[in-house]
């Protein structure tokens, strides 16, 4: 078995979670991945874990980029006046899945790009090596700067989910 099909094989799983936890579409993650592993076995780099991930943090990032774009598209055409009930009722329940999701992601937002990569990376199973390797910081720090960027997602949470409720209750 050739390395890079190993890789494929021992990491796709990883790099769509990673890539999930960006761009927060569980279908758009796996085809991000392909597109990720397409590109590996057509340009064979020299250290492929880590440009697999560089790969797909690019990748992340230019779909966001793409969905903020479709998203100032659909602002504009959910102010249609004929939409059906059960349209509504389902865009309902899309609408707060989207809540969530993006309360999770405003929360990564308030961290540092550095806290954040370390967050992805270890949560798409990078061993602490990989993730000293893909971040620049030495292996010794990657578990404090983990410890601390776990510890201040938390923190972003349950401040934006007070304040939240906080609003909720002023605006009652």
């Given at each position: 078995?050739?390395?890079?099909?190993?890789l494929y094989?021992?990491?796709?799983?990883a790099?769509v979670?990673f890539?999930?936890r960006?761009?927060?579409?569980?279908?758009?993650?796996?085809?991000l991945a392909?597109?990720?592993?397409?590109?590996?076995f057509?340009?064979?780099?020299?250290?492929?874990?880590?440009?697999v991930?560089a790969?797909?943090?690019n990748?992340?990032?230019?779909?966001?980029?793409a969905a903020i774009?479709?998203r100032k598209?659909?602002?504009?055409m959910?102010?249609d006046?004929?939409?059906?009930p059960s349209?509504?009722a389902a865009a309902?329940?899309?609408?707060?899945?989207?809540?969530?999701?993006?309360?999770?992601?405003?929360a990564?937002?308030?961290?540092t790009r550095?806290?954040?990569?370390?967050?992805?990376?270890w949560?798409?199973g990078?061993?602490?090596p990989e993730?000293a390797?893909q971040?620049?910081?030495?292996?010794?720090a990657v578990?404090t700067t983990l410890?601390?960027?776990?510890?201040?997602?938390?923190?972003?949470?349950d401040?934006?989910?007070?304040?939240?409720s906080?609003?909720?209750a002023?605006?009652s």
């Open positions: 078995m050739d390395e890079l099909e190993k094989q021992t990491t796709y799983g790099v979670r890539l999930y960006k761009v927060w579409d569980a279908d758009r993650a796996e085809d392909q597109e990720v592993f397409m590109r590996l057509q340009h064979r780099p020299e250290k492929p874990r880590a440009w991930f790969v797909a943090a990748l992340a990032r230019d779909e966001a980029r774009r479709r598209h659909l602002t504009l959910t102010n006046p004929g939409q059906a349209r509504i309902d329940e899309v609408v707060e899945h989207d809540e969530q999701m993006a309360a999770v992601q405003d990564l937002g308030t961290l550095r806290d954040q990569e370390v967050l992805l990376l949560d798409a990078l061993s602490y993730i390797q971040t620049g910081l030495a292996i010794g578990g410890a601390r960027a776990r510890r201040r997602l938390v923190d972003a949470y401040r934006q989910h007070s304040d939240d906080r609003g909720h002023a605006h």
